[in-house]
């Protein structure tokens, strides 16, 4: 699995997505980079702690490998 922080108008958008600016991409790379879902935040702190929860799930809970790039 990998883990993608996203900003909604870094992709040209031509509305602004109801105010949800900030997102989570969950890929597969399993599946050759299939994207799995994709969730949206209105603000940047309720998306930075749905992330840092999303990894400690995938780390304990389900130990699954999880490949962070936060470059995005």
């Given at each position: ?6 900003y ?5 958008p031509?509305?602004?997505n109801?105010?949800l600016?900030y997102g989570?991409?969950?890929?597969d790379?399993e ?8 969730f ?7 998306r930075?702690?749905?992330?840092r ?8 809970e ?11």
């Amino acid at each position: 699995m990998k883990l993608n922080k996203v900003y909604w108008y870094d992709h040209k958008p031509t509305d602004n997505n109801e105010g949800l600016h900030y997102g989570l991409e969950i890929w597969d790379d399993e599946l050759e980079d299939y994207l799995v879902d994709i969730f949206w935040y209105k603000s940047e702190e309720k998306r930075d702690k749905e992330f840092r929860q999303a990894i400690d799930w995938f780390d304990c809970e389900d130990k699954v490998f999880l490949t962070l790039d936060t470059t995005k």
